[in-house]
């Protein structure tokens, strides 16, 4: 759902549109939310950041910004990473569909394994709410995880 918010309000990690830059946003991120979160909830987080920035790089459009615009917040039980970009966002119904069903695998039928959606469908199990937002006349992809009692 695209919608208004407040916005992060936490100075953006920038990183260029180049798969290349994934990691060091990564290990930006991680020092960010050093101490804050547990070691799955760590490692929660890293995973949809890489695949949504990885999606964000591939799928961009070319008349994009080259810049990509990371924001990262704590708050008493919740961690809120949100993705900018200059690219219109993907459809909302690939975010809609996206979840568990995408990952399943028949092991008699491998030529049925879709090429795509895996990662939508890991970022949308791994955190408690994705959703796109408009801030300030650009849209995010915003992914919440709820914290509290130190758990997924």
Partial sequence: ???ETDPL???PIWIERDLAEVSRASEAVKNRLEGELTQEQAEAVDLVLTEALTNTIRHGT?????QIGIYVQTGPGFVAVE??????P???Y???EAGADKLEVDPDNLASLSEGGRGLSLIVMLMDEV???RVDGEVRLRMLLRTRNGSL
Wanted: hydrophobic share 45%; no cysteine.
């Fill in 90 to 92: 993907m459809p909302q």
């Fill in 62 to 66: 070319v008349q994009s910004a080259i």
């Fill in 83 to 88: 993705i900018a970009d200059s690219s219109p």
């Fill in 94 to 96: 690939l975010l809609d």
């Fill in 9 to 11: 309000s936490v100075e």
């Fill in 131 to 133: 959703a796109y937002v």
């Fill in 1 to 3: 759902m695209t919608g």
